[in-house]
């Protein structure tokens, strides 16, 4: 067999979940939720909605943290934006992919278009889905051109939801196809800090669901998707698949994903936790040196702005900087432009500098060091591990109280008891 029969063979084959992969994916998958009902009250959300509400037809699927309901190629669109839109959505940091994000948000339209299907039939299909978004950007060996939620988890989302389409094996092959045929989205949204980042989760995640819907109707699609001569590694990510796809059904990613303590991009997380750890106050940092490796330094070391948008100062490491020796924690109600303009902000901002370091892997985030002009002396802080991060997660404590933030953002309540009723459509 070809890597790519072997890939599209465990997605649409039986899975046998560990209870270990298990937990994780339904922890994963309550935080996805969560951050995606926040997401509701967040910049253009409420555009994105209006635009969404007239695409398809049929069955209508809950939009996270909103009294709403749409079909399920505008609400995969709809709950996709708002579960990237705060930078807050989990990443499996090897793979610079969010992977979490859009097969939640295409997985749940899918789920909720057929009237809700069987909830441990949702769950495998979930961690199908986000095994092969994580594999697809551990092969990679270039370093980032295209956004990998965009397309690594538009790939993991469409076989997840072929899996609830109850296709036939066959078939699977057509979905892949037409999903790599949909693939979109390039870093220059993150470059510019445009809302254009999440718009190109909620795109992948619709195109998701209308490659299942297209197949389903009877539609092929290429077959050589993975390799081919414009397939995905030729033409999105150099690399080899091979060996990775071996691994699948054996080597589990999804417990190797990262949760975000902080509605922000993932590369400035190491230097918000040094200031936390630190307890660093307006009154004691003199100066901040943080020296990263090249990604990191690429993703967040921008100026900050005065009329910066808030999609820009969530990927703004001087402005993250400043509001958490301030504030302590970062709260998305802060992203507005008195914050940005505020001169205590601006003022702490200029005291830290971005090094690049030697590290010549172009997708680590890690490791980290930070070293602290002090109020009396000088502090050094080394980081082999980001907070959230499977080597350093969050405490219980910690996560329950990001999720108790999430639901008080919500436009209205949500009942994260249950993920998988909320994923599935099916009660326990």
């Not at 959230?388 to 404590?397: I, K």
Request: glycine letters at 8%; charged letters at 15%.
């Amino acid at each position: 067999m070809t890597a790519t029969a072997d890939l599209l063979a465990f997605a649409a084959g039986p899975v046998n979940l560990p209870a270990a992969v298990r937990a994780a994916a339904l922890m994963l998958l309550g935080d996805t939720l969560a951050v995606g009902a926040a997401g509701s009250t967040a910049p253009g959300a409420d555009g994105v909605l209006a635009a969404a509400t007239g695409w398809g037809a049929g069955a209508a699927v809950p939009i996270l943290g909103r009294a709403v309901r749409l079909p399920a190629a505008g609400a995969a669109f709809a709950n996709g934006y708002q579960i990237h839109c705060l930078e807050w959505d989990a990443v499996h940091e090897p793979a610079v992919v969010h992977a979490m994000s859009v097969v939640t948000a295409a997985l749940h339209a899918s789920c909720h278009a057929r009237g809700g299907v069987d909830r441990e039939d949702a769950l495998a299909a979930l961690v199908v889905g986000v095994e092969i978004a994580c594999l697809l950007g551990v092969a990679a060996t270039s370093p980032l051109r295209f956004f990998r939620p965009a397309t690594a988890g538009l790939i993991g989302a469409a076989l997840a939801c072929a899996r609830i389409a109850g296709l036939p094996s066959e078939r699977f092959a057509d979905v892949l196809g037409l999903a790599h045929a949909q693939c979109a989205g390039t870093m220059q949204a993150h470059v510019e800090g445009s809302l254009a980042l999440p718009l190109q989760v909620a795109a992948a995640a619709r195109a998701a669901v209308t490659a299942v819907d297209l197949v389903a109707a009877g539609l092929p699609g290429p077959h050589d998707a993975l390799m081919g001569p414009f397939g995905y590694f030729p033409l999105f990510d150099a690399g080899d698949p091979t060996a990775e796809i071996a691994t699948l059904g054996r080597h589990w990613r999804i417990p190797e994903i990262s949760i975000k303590p902080w509605p922000s991009g993932r590369a400035s997380h190491a230097t918000l936790r040094a200031i936390a750890t630190l307890g660093a106050t307006r009154d004691d940092v003199r100066a901040i040196a943080a020296y990263v490796p090249p990604l990191v330094k690429r993703l967040v070391d921008r100026p900050i702005r005065p009329d910066m948008a808030p999609s820009y100062a969530r990927l703004c490491l001087p402005f993250l900087t400043a509001l958490m020796v301030i504030d302590g924690h970062i709260d998305p109600r802060r992203f507005h432009s008195e914050t940005f303009t505020d001169p205590e902000v601006l003022r702490i901002a200029a005291l830290l500098t971005v090094h690049q370091d030697a590290n010549v892997d172009p997708n680590a985030l890690i490791p980290q060091k930070h070293v602290f002009d002090w109020h009396d002396g000088r502090i050094e802080i080394e980081q082999p591990a980001t907070l959230g991060s499977p080597a350093s997660p969050l405490t219980a404590e910690a996560h329950a109280a990001k999720l108790a933030l999430a639901v008080e953002l919500a436009a209205v309540p949500i009942d994260l008891s249950d993920p998988l009723t909320l994923l599935s459509g099916t009660p326990a």
